[in-house]
């Protein structure tokens, strides 16, 4: 079964500062590997996937993340933080195009000013 | 633009009435998906359906029930609520890319 582990429930950064929201999967198969974010009483938008192309991945709002193999990882990256990426954000797993998403239990970031 | 919307958006229901929730997208996608999310648990699964008469159990389904009548609409059906069952729903839709989600509708059991 397929699961998604995100470290940190709550991340708080300053602003202009990196952000780093960190995410590990395990599949048995090639995943599909998805970044949302929630801003309050919205849903779900996309902010990048990863569906087998290159292995660095650009999003939207400048955030782009990288998926490594080796590592099961697919951790979420910001070189810079603004004060409108305050949010919570979840990563996610699927074996296939068409079945059902497994997000982990998401992690809230924090921009300081 | 294609959309996938829900209703109500809020509500509150007392205990033991059944209520249905409607999810319905434009996207003409095959795979539906509904979601409860609270609070420490992310989203989590309760059904899914690949197409019409086609219906899955997921990680949480005990008190739902889904229907696919049609492409476009999948309706989440709580049979008898219950106070446990106060949560944030979300439906979503997918075919071979990423999943488009609903506004999400806030149910709270008194």
């Known amino acids: 079964a397929q699961s998604v582990t995100q470290l940190g429930s709550h991340v708080s950064v300053s602003e202009g500062a990196l952000v780093l929201l960190r995410c590990n999967y395990s599949?048995?198969?090639?995943?599909?590997l998805f970044w949302y974010v929630q801003y309050p009483n919205q849903g779900l938008q996309l902010l990048l996937k990863?569906?087998?192309?290159?292995?660095l991945v650009k999003g939207i709002n400048g955030f782009e993340a990288e998926f490594k193999k080796s590592e099961t990882s697919f951790h979420l990256t910001k070189p810079s933080a603004h004060m409108s990426d305050a949010a919570e954000y979840f990563c996610?797993?699927?074996?296939?195009?068409?079945?059902?998403?497994?997000f982990g239990k998401g992690t809230r970031l924090s921009v300081i000013a | 633009d294609a959309e996938i919307t829900q209703s109500p958006r809020h509500k509150i229901t007392e205990t033991g009435r059944q209520v249905t929730l409607a999810c319905h997208q434009t996207?003409?996608?095959?795979?539906m998906f509904w979601y409860r999310q609270d609070l420490g648990h992310g989203l989590r699964l309760i059904h899914y359906?690949?197409?019409?008469?086609?219906?899955n159990k997921g990680e949480v389904s005990d008190g739902y029930s889904v229907s696919r009548s049609n492409t476009e609409d999948l309706p989440l059906t709580l049979e008898s609520a219950a106070s446990s069952q106060t949560s944030v729903y979300f439906c979503?839709?997918?075919?071979?890319?990423?999943?488009?989600f609903g506004q999400g509708t806030r149910l709270t059991v008194v």
């Open positions: 359906s690949y197409g019409v008469q086609d219906t």
């Open positions: 996610a797993v699927s074996d296939a195009g068409n079945t059902p998403l497994v």
């Open positions: 990863y569906t087998s192309a290159a292995t």
């Open positions: 996207w003409n996608h095959n795979n």
């Open positions: 979503a839709s997918r075919d071979e890319g990423e999943a488009f």
């Open positions: 599949s048995s198969v090639p995943p599909y």
